[in-house]
């Protein structure tokens, strides 16, 4: 993890350090030190706050995806505009939280990040809603269905931008949007909501891999 307020960072450790399924594996002050020690730990998830010295969230974020394709970025910030948002997700983030989340918000946060599931805090979710939605009820592009198709099937992020020939940041991209449009935080309920509002074919069955 990487904080370069002290007292948050300490914080932060004492409250993870209580849960027996997560190991504190490192802790820097700034986004180079996040991303050394992203390269010589290899760890399952990089919490990283968003403003931080010498290297900022958002690029830490570009340079630990780059090294380290299997550490999960999970920026934990107080910083909740759009334009951060999109910047940290577009960087490789899988997901974005505000640090008013409870203690078990953060950890849940973390597991889903590790599987490599898109997580956005509520009012994160809300924002973005507030921000997109349209009169009308707001209509998946074909991209996002296609994306939600294959989340549907069961594909991780990775697996999704296989089978669409994007990079995975762009998968990223569309279910934030996917999220705001359908007023929903995770990808289950996005699948969910859009079968209920015939925003998938009728008839579509999910599958548990991909074709």
Same mark, same amino acid.
């Given at each position: 993890?990487?904080?370069? *307020?002290?007292v948050m960072?300490?914080?932060?450790?004492?409250l993870?350090?209580?849960?027996?399924?997560?190991?504190?594996?490192?802790?820097?002050?700034?986004?180079?030190?996040?991303?050394?020690?992203?390269?010589? +730990?290899?760890?399952?998830?990089?919490?990283?706050?968003? /403003?931080?010295?010498?290297?900022d969230?958002?690029?830490? $974020?570009?340079?630990?995806?780059?090294a380290?394709p299997?550490?999960?970025?999970?920026?934990? $910030?107080?910083?909740d505009?759009?334009t951060?948002?999109?910047?940290?997700?577009?960087?490789?983030?899988?997901?974005?939280?505000?640090?008013?989340?409870?203690?078990?918000q953060?950890?849940?946060? &973390? *597991?889903?990040?590790s599987?490599?599931?898109?997580? %956005?805090? !509520?009012?994160?979710? #809300? #924002? +973005?809603v507030?921000?997109?939605?349209? !009169?009308?009820?707001a209509? %998946?592009?074909?991209?996002?269905?296609d994306?939600?198709?294959?989340?549907?099937?069961?594909?991780?992020?990775?697996? &999704?931008?296989r089978? %669409?020939? &994007?990079?995975?940041?762009?998968?990223k991209?569309? +279910?934030?949007? &996917?999220?705001a449009? %359908?007023d929903?935080?995770?990808r $289950?309920?996005?699948v969910?909501?859009?079968?209920?509002?015939?925003?998938?074919?009728?008839?579509?069955?999910? /599958?548990?891999?991909? /074709?």
């Amino acid at each position: 993890m990487a904080d370069d *307020h002290t007292v948050m960072r300490a914080g932060l450790v004492a409250l993870l350090s209580a849960e027996p399924s997560l190991e504190i594996v490192g802790e820097g002050e700034d986004g180079a030190a996040a991303v050394e020690l992203a390269a010589r +730990l290899r760890p399952d998830v990089a919490l990283l706050d968003l /403003r931080m010295p010498v290297l900022d969230g958002v690029a830490a $974020t570009v340079a630990i995806t780059a090294a380290c394709p299997r550490t999960r970025v999970l920026i934990l $910030t107080t910083y909740d505009t759009d334009t951060e948002i999109e910047r940290a997700v577009e960087a490789g983030a899988t997901g974005y939280l505000l640090k008013d989340a409870t203690r078990e918000q953060l950890v849940d946060a &973390i *597991h889903a990040a590790s599987r490599g599931e898109t997580v %956005l805090a !509520p009012r994160v979710a #809300q #924002q +973005l809603v507030a921000r997109m939605r349209r !009169p009308a009820r707001a209509a %998946l592009t074909a991209r996002e269905t296609d994306v939600l198709r294959a989340v549907a099937d069961g594909l991780s992020n990775a697996e &999704i931008g296989r089978r %669409l020939f &994007i990079g995975e940041a762009t998968v990223k991209t569309h +279910l934030l949007r &996917i999220f705001a449009k %359908l007023d929903v935080s995770d990808r $289950t309920h996005a699948v969910v909501v859009a079968m209920e509002n015939g925003l998938l074919p009728r008839g579509w069955e999910p /599958r548990r891999g991909p /074709r």
